[in-house]
């Protein structure tokens, strides 16, 4: 199977060309709102079957499509990407010192119909930050492209950071070893794998 990555996101490039997987990438512009009545992990795998649905029609039959969402929740509070400095400073100034889950919903959909949804959680425990630190990180690294405005990768993650429970690939925005399990479900891994 031809795999096809519909996803914008450096991270889910670099978490794939890591994994040895041979990928082409496809962008098609789809609609991130979903019902308020969803929470926690409903919100990704919803998030990640409608960018999926969104590219049905045009997959050949030996493609495959992975979408993917990822989005932080602090208790019952989705924190989506930030839309300016003033709301990343205060989703982070949220979650600092505090525990907090990241959900990615991963949907696989094969152009002969076969179709995976399926999630990952991460719990993240953040140390205490100073308003010196969020400001820093913000203005640095500029994070509105992340939910909760930040990522694991960066400086942030590593100063913050305390313990994970569950995949730091997965906070990074692809769980690949459940891609990894559900890609050789489907037979769709590379001759090598």
Not at 28 to 49: I, K, T
Not at 77 to 94: I, S, W
Request: hydrophobic share 45%; with cysteine.
């Amino acid at each position: 199977m031809r795999l096809i990555l519909a996803s914008n996101s450096p991270r889910r490039r670099q978490l794939l060309t890591d994994l040895g997987l041979p990928y082409e990438i496809r962008l098609l512009e789809v609609d991130e709102s979903f019902p308020a009545h969803l929470r926690r992990v409903e919100v990704a795998e919803y998030l990640a079957a409608r960018k999926a649905a969104a590219y049905a029609a045009g997959l050949a039959p030996d493609e495959l499509v992975i979408t993917a969402d990822t989005i932080v929740c602090l208790g019952d509070d989705v924190l989506n990407k930030p839309a300016d400095r003033a709301e990343a400073m205060a989703m982070l100034t949220r979650l600092q010192g505090r525990a907090h889950d990241v959900f990615t919903g991963v949907c696989l959909l094969a152009g002969d119909g076969r179709e995976v949804l399926f999630s990952d959680q991460t719990t993240v425990h953040f140390r205490e930050l100073s308003p010196t630190e969020i400001a820093y990180y913000v203005d640095t690294y500029q994070p509105y492209d992340k939910a909760g405005a930040y990522g694991a990768q960066d400086w942030l993650g590593m100063a913050a950071i305390v313990r994970l429970e569950g995949s730091y690939f997965n906070v990074m925005g692809l769980p690949t070893h459940r891609v990894w399990a559900e890609l050789a479900k489907l037979d769709a891994l590379p001759p090598h794998a």
